[in-house]
């Protein structure tokens, strides 16, 4: 069984990285919430990947894929749905919005407002959506790509700590190398490689490493572990907000889920150094700072907290 687990996540990862190249790590990070059944939240400039890595994720899964551009004017009827009246039988019909998929990228979603941002609090963290009175359950697996802009970009709605706390990890993707940036302008010159990517995983293997990863062995030194670097965010002089306990069973669902894509059923604290920073950084506040600033000083600082607490032997 693991021999057939690790063959899947390494068909899926090489699947992606065919039309995301040089960019091995933040697929690894993708496939990770992925399995461990969060969403990500890519922030970055425009040009350097986002929707790509989004689409060639969901191109590679044998499940139904729904894009949304996020737009000023996008209402959240426009992401659940609603009710319409049919004049012919004198009753309403419900009409689903494209919430209702298995992985769902919300393109630039810092430039729809705040209330329509709202309308995915309740899907990403209970599976499930309210609308008209009735409690509709989303199909499974549900998964969310969003990608959004630097703040700095003007016309953009910053996402408020809520809801960046419902995104699993916030990942960026960075200028590739000259020499990878060289092989996309070949790769790129019959059209788009993410294009032409094929599903390598099916729903039913996806649903069942989702479920082998809530299997992963974690022992009790490495919950201390992990819990002592979140009591360090809550005291940290620089930081007004620390991390709160769903952060940390965040991180802790994380590194389960690192652990199976590294190939075994037990965490070690490398699995949750490596994803302190994407896991956490974005849940915290730091003291006497503007907005545009605050993802990268609060990694540093949750660099400087992993660096010195101590690793459990």
């Known amino acids: 069984m693991a021999d057939h687990n690790n063959s899947v996540i390494e068909k899926l990862q090489a699947n992606i990285s065919n039309a995301l190249l040089g960019k091995s790590d933040s697929v690894r990070l993708a496939i990770v919430a992925l399995l461990a059944e969060g969403h990500i939240l890519i922030e970055d400039a425009p040009g350097v990947g986002k929707t790509s890595l989004a689409k060639a994720l969901a191109r590679s899964l044998d499940c139904e894929f729904t894009r949304l551009q996020c737009t000023p004017d996008m209402l959240p009827s426009d992401i659940l749905g609603g009710s319409v009246f049919l004049p012919n039988l004198g009753e309403f019909e419900f009409r689903a919005g494209p919430v209702f998929t298995n992985v769902l990228l919300a393109d630039e979603i ?74 996309i302008l070949n790769n790129h010159r019959q059209g788009q490689p993410v294009d032409q990517l094929e599903a390598v995983v099916t729903k039913e293997a996806l649903l069942e490493l989702q479920q082998q990863v809530r299997d992963v062995k974690v022992d009790d030194s490495i919950n201390e572990y992990l819990l002592d670097i979140v009591t360090a965010t809550r005291e940290h002089e620089e930081l007004v907000l620390g991390v709160s306990t769903r952060g940390a069973l965040t991180l802790y669902r994380a590194a389960q889920s690192m652990a199976l894509v590294e190939s075994r059923d037990f965490v070690i604290p490398d699995d949750v150094k490596s994803l302190a920073i994407p896991v956490l950084a974005h849940r915290v506040i730091g003291r006497g700072l503007v907005r545009e600033g605050q993802r990268e000083r609060a990694s540093g600082v949750i660099k400087q907290i992993v660096d010195q607490t101590v690793v459990p032997t």
Do not use: H, K, W
Request: net charge negative; aromatic share 10%; proline share 8%.
């Open 110 to 183: 810092n430039r729809t407002t705040p209330r329509t941002q709202s309308a995915l609090l309740e899907a990403m963290d209970e599976g499930q959506v309210s609308v008209d009175g009735q409690t509709r359950n989303l199909n499974q697996p549900f998964f969310v790509v969003a990608t959004q802009n630097p703040f700095e970009f003007e016309g953009t709605y910053p996402l408020p700590e809520n809801q960046l706390d419902r995104f699993m990890l916030c990942i960026d993707i960075g200028y590739p190398e000259r020499d990878t940036e060289r092989d």
